[in-house]
């Protein structure tokens, strides 16, 4: 086993401070706007993590209203994904769509976030009804807006209605004003248009820290794959940042209804805004926590040299990095984009948190990068990340293994607004149709995407921002794209379907679910759809073979699904809780949980909000949200054992190829789990045991994990599962229920 | 034959924890490992014997995502 070093000879130098600047226009921008909307309201820090108010606002009518934060929302929703959820499904019918004005995007970011003790405490979680899958989509995401919009007086905002003109909703929580600005002749795409906005609504060079802005970019506006970049100011590199609320299609939905840009203007930040019931045990817990980072990284995940990126290697070498649509799992030029590179590419001695605090650090940047296509050619920019996801969707699964392409795809899916999960896997779908002779050059209006194509896989995303030919199509998601394919006979319908990676109309994150069964189901079992922020089991499945029965597995898929709910619900990042662990977590009874760090946020809550809470109280909080999402999901007319299906590449080989690729494991597993004999038998005949056996599996672990979550074999929550949580209160939730039991 | 997360592996004399790891390719760097039921220390992985007939669990801590 190697560990990789740290070779601070081997880091590229770059000045971090150099780029191409967007400023100069900036007065004629500003002369441009027009205040369509103003009022004052009076700003208010947090008690105890709430400020007991959220914002409504419908970019439509122009209506600015408070609304209460109730007991029963912070009792029942907590925060966060739960607030977005509530106020959602009180905006919504069940015949709403992601393009009605009634549908909202609701910004949360939860009781605990914006502390700056603790690691990771400064996300927010965006809530709307997707364009992809027509159910509510969370997305969780860092930088500065969420806690920023929280210091100005509101623990959500809610935007709802359709402008009829490209709009920025600004919220100034140190004056107490919010305006709706006409914002005729703004910047399109996030890099230029954040930088722009930061400067002119900071009142000087000092405040620029303190304006946050959310944004997308050109192709939100012509795809269903848009996203929302979440800003924040990096004071070295003197830029703007970004992180991303990626998944779902938030961005479409957001220029959809013609708003250009968020902005809040905060006030500056510091250790005590959120006032919480016992800042000396959140203080406590965040230098222990700090410590840990600071002793134990180097020999851990070293997440504060390399990010997400340190598992590109880790992958590859467990036969779990996409490869090639998710065919195969490890690749030999993987050398070229793991971490070992990335070390270097990155600008390290810098400070790399997305929010105040977070000693992790992870947000890495590679700086100097001259764009070599498209709008920006020539370009000097900063890039945010490659994270793993980045890494392994742009780069492995479309066999992009040129580093500088795939950091410009990086970079454009940032800033045209494109969630880089969605567009690595809807483009290896691309690539792999184009393989197998289902596109051709004529079919995607000239586009060879072969495998590794970087030029044509950009002139696709340019496409896609310009909203033109192929790229135009391959901006619907994959879900449409395969009802594309076949509606106008372009290959086997079953073949498009299997190899299509889309669950609900999601596409898939990056880890190959083929050889652990649990993580099969902890893609395909969600609320949202395939995205790993529930559930990531493939080491404790199919490594450490600590799951070896269906009931195992739905345990699993019980308790960290809830357990990683709540992170959303309360304004926390994924990556402390398990990318360094405390020295003596080895000695612990369940060392896979972590169990330090979940006391550490059981007391970070009850340290925040005054409400003493146990371990087993974070499942149950989060067990209150996680059915009301899925009665949503009901309600909007999916959520049941149908839409949990799954692709067959997900659970299995659907091609030669792939079963050759692991013909030992495949021809053992037709001895020791199906009891026959291999010998004699083609490769077609292996693969269709396979299917029955693997298809049959998948089947039996939904029904041990609906009858784990306390739902019916069709999973639908059932009435006691309802009232055990207390959500029998809300009688719409009751009554969509009761429609789906016999 | 030692069983390694229950699957067999060739035993040699003086093998150590460090070699199942090579065999293995285990390359992830949060591991919690037990031979025959005994922790062994991430310090001790180099040093660690391990006997002909061991049961050897690799516990790889949750990552991805």
């Known amino acids: 086993m190697s560990q990789l070093v740290f070779d601070p000879s081997k880091v590229m130098d770059i000045d971090y401070t150099q780029r191409t600047e967007y400023l100069e226009g900036l007065e004629a921008i500003k002369a441009a706007h027009k205040v369509l909307k103003e009022i004052t309201y009076a700003p208010s820090l947090p008690d105890k993590g709430y400020t007991n108010r959220t914002l409504y606002v419908n970019v439509g009518t122009h209506e600015i209203t408070e609304k209460p934060v109730t007991q029963q929302m912070k009792d029942v929703f907590i925060g966060g994904r739960g607030f977005g959820l509530y106020h959602l499904w009180n905006a919504v019918k069940p015949t709403t769509r992601w393009n009605d004005p009634e549908n909202e995007i609701v910004i949360s970011p939860g009781p605990v976030a914006g502390i700056t003790q603790y690691a990771g405490t400064g996300k927010s979680l965006v809530v709307s009804l997707s364009p992809q899958t027509d159910i509510p989509i969370d997305s969780n995401v860092g930088g500065f807006y969420g806690p920023l919009l929280k210091f100005s007086g509101f623990d959500a905002l809610e935007l709802q209605g359709k402008s009829d003109k490209d709009i920025i909703l600004f919220i100034d929580g140190v004056k107490g004003i919010i305006r709706i600005e006409e914002a005729p002749t703004d910047p399109v795409d996030s890099h230029v248009l954040a930088e722009v906005l930061t400067h002119m609504y900071a009142e000087n060079e000092k405040d620029l820290p303190n304006i946050s802005v959310v944004s997308t970019g050109a192709a939100a506006e012509h795809s269903l794959i848009g996203m929302l970049n979440f800003s924040f100011y990096d004071r070295r590199r003197k830029c703007v940042r970004f992180k991303q609320a990626g998944r779902g299609g938030i961005g479409t939905v957001f220029r959809d209804k013609r708003i250009r840009a968020l902005v809040v203007r905060g006030p500056k930040v510091a250790g005590d805004l959120n006032h919480p019931a016992d800042p000396e045990t959140i203080a406590k817990t965040g230098i222990k926590y700090h410590k840990e980072i600071r002793e134990n990284d180097g020999t851990q995940c070293m997440m504060r040299r390399n990010g997400t990126a340190h598992i590109v290697e880790i992958m590859d070498a467990y036969d779990l990095l996409p490869v090639h649509n998710f065919q195969f799992g490890s690749h030999p030029d993987v050398h070229k984009i793991d971490s070992s590179y990335w070390q270097q590419r990155c600008t390290q001695h810098t400070v790399d948190g997305c929010w105040y605090g977070c000693s992790m650090a992870c947000a890495k940047g590679a700086d100097g990068l001259v764009l070599r296509t498209g709008p920006y050619k020539g370009h000097m920019v900063t890039v945010d990340g490659p994270e793993y996801e980045n890494a392994a969707g742009l780069g492995s699964n479309c066999g992009v293994f040129d580093p500088d392409y795939l950091l410009e795809l990086n970079f454009y899916c940032d800033t045209y607004g494109i969630c880089t999960i969605t567009y690595g896997t809807l483009t290896a779908f691309v690539m792999e149709c184009y393989q197998r002779g289902i596109l051709n050059k004529e079919r995607t209006g000239g586009l060879e995407m072969t495998w590794g194509n970087a030029e044509a896989d950009l002139e696709m995303m340019h496409q896609m921002a310009r909203g033109e030919g192929f790229g135009k199509i391959a901006g619907l998601g994959v879900k449409k794209m395969k009802e594309h394919f076949i509606k106008n006979g372009w290959g086997d319908p079953q073949l498009i379907n299997d190899i299509g990676m889309e669950n609900k109309g999601l596409e898939y994150s990056q880890y190959m679910s083929k050889e652990s069964l649990a993580q099969q189901g902890g893609y395909a079992l969600t609320n949202k759809g395939p995205q790993h922020d529930e559930a990531w089991l493939i080491f404790m499945d199919m490594v450490n073979k600590q799951l070896p029965t269906f009931e195992d597995k739905a345990e699993a898929l019980y308790y960290f699904p809830l357990f990683r709910t709540w992170f959303g619900l309360n304004g926390f990042c994924k990556l402390p809780w398990n990318d360094v662990v405390p020295a003596d977590n080895a000695s612990q009874p369940e060392p896979h949980k972590v169990p330090e760090h979940v006391q550490n946020y059981v007391d970070l809550f009850s340290a925040t909000t005054g409400i003493k809470i146990t371990k087993e109280d974070l499942i149950l909080q989060s067990a209150k949200v996680y059915n009301f999402q899925r009665v949503f999901n009901i309600r909007m007319g999916k959520g049941l054992r149908l839409h949990d299906a799954a692709p067959y590449r997900s659970l299995g080989p659907v091609t030669k190829e792939e079963y050759e690729s692991r013909a030992e494991r495949y021809d053992q597993q037709i001895v020791t789990e199906m009891g026959l004999d291999p010998a004699g038998k083609t490769t077609e005949e292996k693969m269709a045991l396979h299917r029955e056996w693997r298809t049959g599996r998948f089947s039996k672990l939904m029904d041990s994990v609906y009858t784990r979550r306390g739902w019916t074999l069709d999973g639908v929550p059932t009435l006691e599962r309802l009232k055990e949580l207390g959500l029998d209160a809300f009688p719409e939730v009751v009554d969509v229920v009761k429609q789906h039991l016999s | ?65």
Request: charged letters at 25%; aromatic letters at 6%.
């Open chain 2, 1 to 65: 034959m030692i069983l390694v997360n229950e699957e067999p592996l060739g035993w040699h004399e003086g093998m150590t924890v460090r070699d199942i790891l090579r065999a293995r390719n285990y390359r992830f760097p949060m591991l919690v490992i037990h031979v025959n039921e005994v922790l062994v220390p991430k310090k001790d992985y180099d040093t660690t014997l391990v006997p002909d007939g061991a049961a050897v669990k690799v516990i790889h801590l949750i990552s991805g995502g």
